[in-house]
């Protein structure tokens, strides 16, 4: 059986298209396709996850998420969100629903700025912006910086909070001190995404960190969060100092179960579903959302199959290691095809960088100013 869900949240990929081309990027091959996911298609979609609704709703209320993604969102007509809008409402207006966008900001118009600032529909705004490095340039090859750096302190200037992911790959690496120095100044929260999906085998290996290199970058940053003033939130090391900080304390409690916990998923434009780790891995389908339920979705053969090669991992690195149960596990079971390549050829970076976190932690609550550390738990 497929336990009973708190909350859900779907990647909604509503086009391809984009106006950048990030080298690094898993979307490569389709960036040029100006492809928009029919209306229909989005309608079909949310009645789908109504009747699961229906069902998961009378054990509690389960919260719902959706993330418009791409390509680059905010390409798509802003009168096609307004009648996104409009159809969520009419089919899922009795439930408690968030939309959020994932946009590399280079397009910001007055209209969209304003709708953004208004959260009749999108509640929270996500920016990919590495700040240094060489991968957000247009079709021409050239920096978009400038235009991103103008378009964000347009959010600022209208009083819009927003959140930022850098992805962290062989050409950020050397600069993770400045791009979270670069958030931090602002108070904006940062997510360090390390490059875990690939297009073609030339992007791994362009962009791949190995182990050391993967880890090293982590602890720079920890390093970077320690010495800030301010510490503005910085994930995944956020999440690594919760895990360490239980550690210390002895609180085993954080299990993560692929099977029953996994929340997060993908509906390619085509309505197709997979797990977040999954995209366009063969075979790695759960269904269709516009033809077929979520349950079934959820106990579809490809989802137990995937299920079953995730509890295998955990069993592999997971149960033996020390951390298990604080760490709750989850990269090890959501691991994408290219994580799991690190997996098997240098073990699991989430411990190489607890081993260094977990002593700063001991150190540091002895004293006031764990204060620090502890305010995130």
Not at 233 to 245: C, F, L, M
Request: glycine fraction near 6%; charge should be negative.
């Amino acid at each position: 059986m497929i336990a009973k869900r708190k909350h859900l949240l779907f990647v909604i990929k509503i086009t391809k298209f984009c106006n950048l081309r990030c080298s690094y990027c898993y979307e490569f091959n389709e960036l040029g396709n100006k492809a928009v996911m029919a209306l229909d298609s989005i309608a079909a979609i949310f009645r789908t996850i109504r009747d699961y609704l229906e069902v998961e709703s009378q054990s509690g209320e389960v919260a719902v998420g959706f993330i418009w993604h791409g390509g680059e969102p905010l390409l798509v007509p802003l009168e096609m969100y307004k009648a996104i809008c409009e159809t969520q409402n009419e089919i899922l207006g009795r439930y408690k629903v968030h939309n959020y966008v994932q946009t590399n900001l280079t397009v910001l118009t007055e209209k969209q700025l304003a709708f953004i600032k208004s959260r009749v529909f999108f509640s929270e705004l996500g920016v990919s912006f590495d700040v240094y490095g060489d991968q957000r340039v247009g079709l021409n090859g050239k920096l978009k910086t400038d235009k991103i750096l103008l378009n964000m302190q347009k959010l600022i200037d209208n009083s819009i909070k927003f959140g930022a992911i850098a992805v962290l790959a062989q050409n950020t690496a050397p600069n993770v001190e400045r791009i979270y120095q670069f958030f931090d100044n602002l108070r904006i929260p940062l997510r360090f995404l390390p490059f875990y999906q690939s297009a073609f085998d030339t992007q791994i290996e362009d962009h791949a960190l190995d182990y050391d290199e993967l880890v090293e970058c982590l602890i720079r940053v920890f390093r970077a969060w320690l010495a800030s003033p301010t510490v503005t939130p910085v994930d995944p090391i956020e999440e690594y100092i919760k895990y360490a900080t239980a550690f210390h304390f002895g609180q085993p409690t954080n299990f993560y179960e692929k099977r029953n916990d996994e929340y997060v998923f993908v509906v390619n434009i085509d309505g197709t579903i997979c797990g977040a780790d999954e995209i366009y891995v063969d075979q790695g389908g759960y269904g269709n959302l516009t033809t077929s339920t979520f349950e079934m979705a959820l106990q579809s053969p490809n989802r137990i199959s995937s299920i079953e090669k995730a509890e295998r991992r955990r069993d592999q690195y997971c149960l033996a290691c020390p951390y298990y149960g604080y760490c709750p596990g989850s990269f090890v079971q959501d691991a994408s095809p290219q994580q799991q390549r690190l997996l098997e050829k240098s073990g699991c970076p989430v411990r190489g960088v607890l081993d260094h976190i977990v002593p700063a932690v001991r150190d540091f609550v002895p004293h006031q100013e764990s204060t620090r550390l502890l305010s995130l738990t």
